[in-house]
Every structure is written in C-alpha cells, then in structure tokens.
C-alpha cells in the first residue's frame, strides 16, 4: 500500500453546473476549475484561453533607470556584458539578453561562471577580466540580487552593474539598478530569471515586438525548467513559448528536440522538465555550461547537431552518477538507528559524491523519505551543499537559522544550496535538523494526494474528456495536471512492464471498465494487488499516443487501501446533500452499514441530518480520506 492521504476540497454542486452550462464544459472539468478558483464564467474562460495580463514593464523594480543606462551605453558603442548563470534559466536569459542587445545595436558579449571554478553569481576573478577585456557596462541575469560586495567592487573597477534577478534578496541590497519583481511594485513576483529578461525586452523594445515575440521559446523553456508557479504572467509565456518552441528555427533547440526524442508537434511542459532541461542543465553539472550556451546562441546546423549529441553524452553520464549517489544515500539512511530515521529533516554529506549532480538526488530523496533533504558534496576548500523541500517547510528560512555556520547561501523555498567549510558540517547537521524537528508535525511529513473531482459513478473517461481537461494546461507549479480519483475500484488484467518496473492493468468501476492504466516503479507490487479487493485510484487522464494510434490512458498517482467507503464517498455526499438529492439507496445503506457507521436496518438519513455529518457541509470544507 502507497501510505499516505488524499484529499478533496467541497464545493457547492450549484456553482459547477452553472459553470458547466455557461462554458459548455463537463461537470467534471467545471468542478475542477470551481475547486481551482475560478467559478466565475469570466476567470475561467479567460484562464483557458491563457490570455496575457497587461503588466506595465516600467513597475518591475528600477526599470525605468536600467533601461535609460542601457540605451545610453548603446548609443556609446560600449562593451556590454551579460553575466548569468549555470543552469537552464541562466543560459536561456543570457541568451535572451544578448539577443536583445545586439538587436539594438549594442556591441554585447557574455559570460558564464563555472560551477566548480567560481561558483555562483558575481565573482571577483570575473570582474577583473571584465574590466581589463574593456568592458564598461555588465547585466547580470538571474543573478546578483546578493553580490553586494562584488557590485561595490566593480565600482572599484570601472564597471557599471545592473542586476536582473528573481531569486530573494538579503537583507541589503546591492548599490545599482535592481531589475527584479517586487510585491511592492509588481503585482506579480513567480517570473523566472528568463521571464524578468523578457520584461526588460518589453521595456526595451516594446510588448508588441516582433523580434521579442521571437524569443518566447527560450523563456518557455527557462520557466518551465526554473520551477516556477505557471499561472498570472508565466501561463501566457509558457503557453506562447510552447507554440512557439513547436515551430522553432533555432538549429540547437531543434538539433536537441531530435536526440532527445520529442516531437516538436507535441512538446509540452512534461517533455521540457524531463527531457530538454536536463540536457541542458547537464553541461553546467558536469563540465562548461558554455557547451549549452553555445547551443543555443549558435545558428550553424552541423555545430548544432554536434552540441547537441555532447549534450546527450554528459546527460548519461549525469544518470549514472545520480543513480549511484541515490544508492549510497538511501542506504545511509536506512543504517541509521531509528531515533535519528525519525528527524524531521535528512542532512547527507559525503567527500567523494559530485557536487553538480546532489541537488537532484535531494530531490528523489524527499520524495522518497517525504521530508526536506540536504546533500552535501565534499570539494576542495569548502564543501558545497543543496537541498530540496517539501510544501510545509521552507527550506531557504531553515538555512537563514545557520547563516552563521556558513560562507554563502541563496535559493527559496523549496530550493537552497549553499557553501560550508568541513569543521562547520556538524554544527550544520544539529541545527538544520532541530529546526526542522521544531516547526515539522508528523502530519506535515503525511503525503496527501489532493484531488480535482471525484469520478461519479458510469463516467466515461474518454479522449474528449482527456481533451477537456486539456485546455487547462499547461500544468506545473501552481497549475498543477488534474487528478481525479476513482473511487473503490477493482483493478484486473494485472501484468508489468518495463522490465518489471511498472505495473499496467485495466480499471474497473462499479461494473464497468474505466480504461487502461499504468503505474510507474510499482511493479513489484504485481502480486500485492492482484489481490481480490477495492481502491482508491488517484490518476490523470492523458493521450496514449502508440503506432498512430490515440487512446485516453489512465496514469495512476496513487493507488489506497480502500478506506470505509463512507470516507471515500464523503465529497459526493456532500454533494448531492447540498443540492437536496434525497435518493438514499439501500447500496448507500450497505456503504454505511459496513463502514460501522450505520446500524444494520436503519435510515441513513439519522447520520445525515447529525451534528457530525452537519458539520461537513461548510463552504469549502476540505474532506480527506486516509489510506
């Protein structure tokens, strides 16, 4: 059994099929966008239709007085510098900004720093070959929202810096214009470092530029692969970007698209997370993020390819190290003794892992261990650490409380890294963990599935569904894919594939078939659920797409232990409570009767009409099952 909850929001069955008939939508889509938000008519079919909110460029931090240096610096014929970053969104911004410079005329180079050599962000070794290359004027992109000793410092130098950031700043800022989205100004702070580059375009070029419009496929891949809420501003980029990614004349985006597989007809935000960024992240992880700038700035078909095909090298050999580091630190963790298995928070730290690979594996440990992981890498001189989060904890506060303990740090919430020296590490341990164990709740660490609607009973989940729910991507953080749950379900026709890895078979509710499914990584559990029984399925519905061929396929989330089927029918209850259904039938009777909550002959309607029952029909009262 898959531990762990899940959970559904009630809503008034009222709003949904006034929703359903204004939209001409399936109840079922309408009560995922009520639950999403958006009863009214208006929201809703503007959040479809992903149109783009009007945010004035010039509020965005001091972008009127970074856009006035840059025309200047233009107009002068001076050396402009783009300085970014090492991972996706970095390289795409950097990319972005050189082309917008150069668009405008500007003499404009770039810089990227090595993730082994010089770290993240503004470094001092940087500078001062900037400064002697004669460079006069450097835009960092996602970066240098903290560089404020290596801003004072290019003073120093004669070098004039404007920072383009998204990241959170410190407690002091550095002394130059500040690009960067502010609650205070801008009513909206989730763009990515590529997303921020775009704005300062706008500004620059106008919201209607042709050549901007151009561009959308680099900040539709940085959006998706920086992790970043896709709703507000980031769903007209992304949905924009993906039309535009899908027909891009870029030679490195299309020489990447081949060798890793993805249909430019059908890319989408999944195919970008898991396919393109890696790739990309995989030059700055291993070697010189260069190599994907390159890729990407370059217009030579041939060079392309090749590129493209290092790319595909050092991503497997990122897999493999992964793979292994994964190994050791799992079994770290279960040769722990117990009393420090339940901490609320895992810290792992080892001399020989790689510092470029940790902060994925930190990643796959919290889903595995449902807590915040950091892994910390052993290299020469200080020793670099990552961590990855989970909702009920920010990460980037937790490492704020060891400050002291550490020589730099940055990241959010969910995402941190920082740069320890060794004799510290232990201090490090004892205070990260006891924070956490201080503000985490065994609740917290509890993995609760939410879900999207209730399958009713003789729903069809068809293509013209699939295709519904569709229109409410593109999903990510924030715009979560739609999870449905299929309620005491009957799960037949169990094999696996994969090499055993995953588990497929059919659904089958109330009687009749539901469709296809298959479970990913659950397919040693062939025997357990082959097991005559019923489950709570969590699923999305997708396209299958196989030797031409479309079919709806069912990707299982979860699959629970049912729970009483009073817990797992409780939204539905609710429902038709709410809108005055009074059809009790005796298989309502046996639902209640077997969950011990109803006496064998009684009426339904005296637990209904109770204070306890009463109590769930509140506006939005979340209902939750437990597995």
């Known amino acids: 059994m898959q531990k762990g909850n899940w959970t559904i929001e009630?809503?008034?069955?009222?709003?949904?099929?006034?929703?359903?008939?204004?939209?001409?939508?399936?109840?079922?889509?309408?009560?995922?966008?009520?639950?999403?938000?958006?009863?009214d008519p208006e929201r809703a079919r503007a959040f479809m239709a992903a149109e783009a909110?009007?945010?004035?460029?010039?509020?965005?931090?001091?972008?009127?007085?970074?856009?006035?240096?840059?025309?200047?610096?233009?107009?002068?014929?001076?050396?402009?510098?783009?300085?970014?970053?090492?991972?996706?969104?970095?390289?795409?911004?950097?990319?972005?900004?050189?082309?917008?410079?150069?668009?405008?005329?500007?003499e404009a180079s770039w810089a990227l720093p090595s993730r082994f050599d010089e770290?993240?962000?503004?470094?001092?070794?940087?500078?001062?070959?900037?400064?002697?290359?004669?460079?006069?004027?450097?835009?960092?992109v996602d970066c240098g929202i903290t560089a404020v000793e290596e801003v004072a410092q290019a003073k120093e130098l004669g070098l004039e810096v404007i920072v383009s950031d998204h990241h959170r700043p410190g407690e002091r800022l550095p002394d130059c214009p500040i690009v960067a989205p502010r609650p205070s100004d801008y009513p909206f702070t989730g763009l990515c470092g590529t997303g921020?580059?775009?704005?300062?375009?706008?500004?620059?070029?106008?919201?209607?530029?042709?050549?901007?419009?151009?561009?959308?496929?680099?900040?539709?891949?940085?959006?998706v692969a920086d992790v970043v809420p896709l709703v507000d501003e980031n769903r007209w980029l992304v949905t924009a970007g993906l039309r535009a990614l899908g027909r891009t004349r870029r030679p490195g985006l299309r020489a990447l698209m081949r060798t890793a597989g993805v249909d430019p007809a059908t890319v989408d935000t999944g195919k970008i997370a898991f396919r393109l960024a890696p790739r990309i992240n995989a030059a700055g992880r291993l070697g010189n993020?260069?190599?994907?700038?390159?890729?990407?700035?370059?217009?030579?078909?041939?060079?392309?390819?090749?590129?493209?095909?290092?790319?595909?090298?050092?991503?497997?050999?990122?897999?493999?190290?992964?793979d292994r580091i994964l190994r050791e630190a799992v079994a770290e963790v279960e040769s722990w003794p117990e009393e420090k298995r339940r901490r609320r928070a895992y810290v792992l730290a080892r001399e020989d892992w790689h510092e470029g690979v940790i902060g994925i594996v930190a990643s796959r440990l919290v889903e595995r261990f449902s807590r915040p992981v950091v892994l910390v890498a052993g290299t020469e001189g200080d020793w670099k650490g990552s961590g990855r989060s989970i909702p009920a904890f920010d990460l980037h506060g937790g490492i704020v409380v060891c400050a002291e303990l550490l020589e730099r740090f940055g990241?959010?919430?969910?995402?941190?890294?920082?740069?320890?020296?060794?004799?510290?590490?232990?201090?490090?341990?004892?205070?990260?963990?006891?924070?956490?164990?201080?503000?985490?709740?065994?609740?917290?660490?509890?993995?609760?599935?939410?879900?999207?609607?209730?399958?009713?009973?003789?729903?069809?989940?068809?293509?013209?569904?699939?295709?519904?729910l569709e229109r409410l991507a593109p999903f990510g953080l924030g715009n979560p894919g739609v999870v449905l749950l299929a309620p005491s379900c009957e799960l037949v026709d169990l094999s696996t594939c994969g090499e055993g890895k995953h588990l497929r078979f059919r659904v089958r509710m109330d009687g009749s078939e539901a469709g296809g499914a298959i479970a990913f990584g659950l397919g040693s559990q062939l025997d357990r659920y082959r097991r005559?029984?019923?489950y709570d399925v969590a699923l999305r519905l997708e396209e299958n797409r196989w030797n031409g061929t479309v079919t709806p396929q069912l990707q299982v989330r979860r699959i629970f232990d049912e729970a009483p089927r009073y817990e797992s029918l409780r939204a539905e209850l609710v429902a038709r409570w709410r809108a005055g259904d009074g059809a009790w039938d005796e298989q309502t009777r046996e639902i209640f009767a077997e969950a011990g909550l109803l006496e064998e002959g009684a009426n339904p309607r005296s637990l209904l009409e109770s204070e306890t029952f009463r109590a769930l029909l509140a506006e939005g009262e979340p209902v939750t099952a437990t597995a």
């Open 119 to 140: 770290g993240y962000g503004l470094n001092p070794g940087m500078l001062e070959r900037l400064a002697a290359d004669g460079c006069s004027l450097v835009l960092t």
């Open 532 to 534: 005559i029984g019923r």
């Open 53 to 106: 909110p009007a945010h004035d460029p010039f509020t965005l931090g001091d972008m009127t007085e970074a856009v006035e240096r840059i025309r200047s610096g233009v107009a002068a014929g001076e050396k402009i510098c783009v300085h970014g970053d090492y991972d996706v969104d970095g390289i795409a911004a950097t990319v972005l900004a050189v082309n917008m410079l150069r668009e405008l005329g500007a």
């Open 289 to 322: 993020p260069e190599l994907a700038l390159e890729l990407l700035l370059g217009e030579d078909d041939g060079e392309a390819a090749r590129r493209a095909e290092k790319l595909e090298e050092l991503n497997r050999e990122r897999q493999a190290i992964e």
């Open 196 to 223: 921020v580059v775009y704005k300062l375009g706008e500004a620059l070029l106008g919201a209607d530029s042709e050549f901007l419009r151009s561009q959308l496929d680099l900040v539709c891949l940085a959006t």
């Open 10 to 39: 009630a809503v008034d069955p009222r709003k949904v099929k006034m929703l359903a008939s204004e939209l001409e939508l399936s109840e079922l889509t309408a009560s995922v966008l009520v639950r999403r938000g958006l009863a």
């Open 411 to 468: 990241g959010h919430r969910a995402a941190a890294g920082f740069s320890i020296r060794p004799e510290c590490l232990e201090q490090f341990v004892e205070t990260f963990t006891a924070h956490a164990d201080a503000l985490l709740s065994d609740a917290d660490l509890r993995p609760v599935t939410k879900v999207d609607a209730i399958v009713p009973p003789q729903t069809k989940l068809t293509l013209d569904l699939c295709r519904e």
